[in-house]
């Protein structure tokens, strides 16, 4: 029932004077039905980990190793025609802003014709793109088709690109910050949106976000990343409730839905990210940790408590919730 699995990706950037490595070895699996959540904060490598698992990664990127299997293929290894026909068909992106993702010079009816008339020209009919653009919640459906992405609001062009990934019933749906450029209230419109998708949506979903609460509201599972490492992964509720790396304690604990209101003040974590060109051989998250003791200049064994919950840092302890 795995629809979506990667193993042990690395993805790195040309930079002058070297490489970045912004996706260091990253293995993660996705479960038809299942909502995955990754979490980090920003420059953690969350974005690049999302491009790479449908192969859309920008210009100076590379893949160094890895693959991306859906259902069982490796994307990675088939000719560019064949990806481009998995794309779309098998998995499908939802980017953090959807007015990049649409051409602001043809309606919205012609763009979502032209993305699956290219797989399937029956789905192409307007009947059937207006019920879509129904299904995520855009009134007078068959009128937002000959409206050009300009006159819609934020939230409605990201309904639009929900209802354009989902056109093909993809197997995988990726979601990159998808309710990051909203206001509150759009965000919460989008989140409750997707909710409701779990229920006629059967496929995988993968969620980016750095928002605590999107996770708590949409997630089972959740990997967090720091320098481009899967540093924990388990589900939602070992996550929130019984977090055993230092860098996912610390990260909860600058949630600003926890922050106490009489100090006044975000909490943030101290220090900064290592420089990714040249990653440190042991613990990356060491230089901030306080817990973090000679051991952690050692590389980091990944230590695992049943399927699906693992842990990268020498003081975790051997157990934890599944
Ligand atoms: N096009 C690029 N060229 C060079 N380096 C890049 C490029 N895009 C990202 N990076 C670098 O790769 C690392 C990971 O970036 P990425 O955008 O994947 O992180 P992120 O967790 O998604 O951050 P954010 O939440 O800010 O989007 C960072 O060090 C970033 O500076």
Not at 56 to 74: E, K, N, S, Y
Not at 157 to 178: F, G, K, N
Not at 186 to 203: N, P, S, V, W, Y
């Given at each position: 029932?795995?629809?979506?699995?990667?193993?042990?990706?690395?993805?790195?950037?040309?930079?002058?004077?070297?490489?970045?490595?912004?996706?260091?070895?990253?293995?993660?699996?996705?479960?038809?039905?299942?909502?995955?959540?990754?979490?980090?904060?920003?420059?953690?490598?969350?974005?690049?980990?999302?491009?790479?698992?449908?192969?859309?990664?920008?210009?100076?990127?590379?893949?160094?190793?890895?693959?991306?299997?859906?259902?069982?293929?490796?994307?990675?290894?088939?000719?560019?025609?064949?990806?481009?026909?998995?794309?779309?068909?098998?998995?499908?992106?939802?980017?953090?802003?959807?007015?990049?993702?649409?051409?602001?010079?043809?309606?919205?009816?012609?763009?979502?014709?032209?993305?699956?008339?290219?797989?399937?020209?029956?789905?192409?009919?307007?009947?059937?793109?207006?019920?879509?653009?129904?299904?995520?919640?855009?009134?007078?459906?068959?009128?937002?088709?000959?409206?050009?992405?300009?006159?819609?609001?934020?939230?409605?062009?990201?309904?639009?690109?929900?209802?354009?990934?989902?056109?093909?019933?993809?197997?995988?749906?990726?979601?990159?910050?998808?309710?990051?450029?909203?206001?509150?209230?759009?965000?919460?419109?989008?989140?409750?949106?997707?909710?409701?998708?779990?229920?006629?949506?059967?496929?995988?979903?993968?969620?980016?976000?750095?928002?605590?609460?999107?996770?708590?509201?949409?997630?089972?599972?959740?990997?967090?990343?720091?320098?481009?490492?899967?540093?924990?992964?388990?589900?939602?509720?070992?996550?929130?409730?019984?977090?055993?790396?230092?860098?996912?304690?610390?990260?909860?604990?600058?949630?600003?839905?926890?922050?106490?209101?009489?100090?006044?003040?975000?909490?943030?974590?101290?220090?900064?990210?290592p420089?990714?060109?040249?990653p440190p051989r042991g613990c990356a998250?060491a230089?901030?940790?306080?817990?973090?003791?000679?051991?952690?200049?050692?590389?980091?064994?990944?230590?695992?408590?049943?399927?699906?919950?693992?842990?990268?840092?020498?003081?975790?302890?051997?157990?934890?919730?599944?």
């Amino acid at each position: 029932m795995t629809a979506l699995q990667v193993e042990n990706l690395s993805v790195s950037y040309r930079v002058p004077g070297g490489e970045l490595h912004a996706v260091r070895d990253v293995s993660l699996s996705v479960t038809r039905g299942e909502v995955l959540g990754i979490m980090g904060e920003s420059g953690c490598g969350k974005s690049t980990l999302a491009a790479a698992m449908v192969n859309l990664l920008p210009a100076g990127a590379r893949i160094a190793h890895g693959a991306v299997r859906l259902d069982g293929t490796d994307m990675l290894a088939l000719s560019p025609a064949a990806q481009r026909a998995l794309r779309g068909r098998s998995v499908a992106m939802v980017f953090q802003d959807p007015m990049t993702a649409f051409n602001p010079v043809l309606t919205i009816g012609r763009q979502l014709a032209d993305f699956v008339g290219a797989h399937d020209r029956a789905l192409a009919r307007p009947e059937r793109l207006a019920e879509m653009l129904g299904r995520v919640g855009i009134p007078d459906a068959a009128r937002c088709l000959h409206r050009y992405p300009h006159e819609l609001s934020g939230g409605m062009r990201q309904r639009v690109a929900i209802a354009a990934a989902l056109l093909m019933q993809p197997d995988v749906l990726i979601a990159d910050e998808p309710t990051t450029a909203l206001d509150v209230t759009m965000e919460a419109q989008i989140i409750h949106l997707m909710r409701d998708l779990r229920t006629t949506f059967h496929g995988a979903i993968v969620i980016v976000t750095h928002h605590l609460g999107v996770i708590a509201e949409l997630c089972d599972r959740v990997a967090v990343m720091y320098a481009g490492e899967v540093v924990e992964e388990g589900t939602v509720d070992a996550i929130f409730h019984d977090p055993q790396h230092p860098y996912t304690r610390a990260l909860l604990a600058c949630d600003p839905a926890v922050v106490v209101p009489s100090s006044g003040r975000l909490p943030t974590i101290g220090g900064r990210l290592p420089d990714l060109t040249a990653p440190p051989r042991g613990c990356a998250f060491a230089p901030r940790c306080t817990l973090a003791e000679a051991a952690c200049e050692a590389p980091v064994p990944r230590r695992t408590a049943g399927a699906g919950r693992s842990v990268l840092c020498h003081s975790a302890p051997q157990g934890g919730q599944g």
